[in-house]
């Protein structure tokens, strides 16, 4: 006896976005702020959060507003879950619904060796770097609005260890480890996770902690031999990279590290 098989066959469609909008965290930041310009221009309206620096927020708010896109400001504490209660309520009253989370949010990193990390600076690192409070608080509303994309910017000392990158490594090992686990769990939802593994780029971050003096010749010349492309990134080439994980464009993409950093780990 044959037996019938219907396949369903589900229309792609080319709106690169779904409705609503993208919640960038750490939008102030060098790499949040170019997230958060790639997904403007992109087509994705933005609601932005910050933690202090409104200022900034606003006169980014500004330029994403001349591509056309609706923005919001959202002042969001990454350690305070009540705030990021607070910034997807509001960001849903405002645009309908939300699609997407970029978290790019941490704080500027010491560079010590971990036999030198002082532990209140361990545990400070583990409570900034993680992004399980804004998972928790999106994945109901992603779940009641047909899916959605967490976009994780974790670093490519996953793929090689940098010594005396500690503070930044290995807290967010932590959250690739939960970028899968939502991956695997949430997926029947329509739910999806990646991260962008960051390496050296010429932006925020590490131009102060070169203005500090943590970063020397000898650094820069043995970390530049390391990378096959021979150069430091640049900011947008994160956000390019952001916007299509967020996108429809990876929508049968989950669970999945891109890493963006000129080869390192190669």
Known sequence: MRTAITIRRGRVSDQIFPDGATMVLGATGGLGAASARALARDGSDIALCFRSKRD???VLAEELRAHGRKVSLHQVDAT????LDAARDAAIAEHGRVHGL???AGPLVDQL????TPLEKWKRAIEVNGFFSAAQALIPHFRASGGGSFVHLGSAGELY???RDGLSVAPKAANESLVRGIAKEEGRHGIRANSVLV????AGMFHELLAQGQFDDAWVKEV????????WGKAEEIGHAVSFLVSNRAG????QQLAVAGGYGV
């Open 102 to 104: 970029v978290w790019a």
């Open 224 to 231: 530049q031999s390391q990378l096959p492309l021979r150069r």
């Open 56 to 58: 900034a927020a606003e």
């Open 113 to 116: 060796h971990l036999s030198g």
């Open 199 to 202: 390496g050296v780029i010429d």
């Open 80 to 83: 305070d879950p009540s705030t």
């Open 161 to 163: 260890w940098p010594p």
């Open 252 to 255: 049968y993409t989950t669970g």
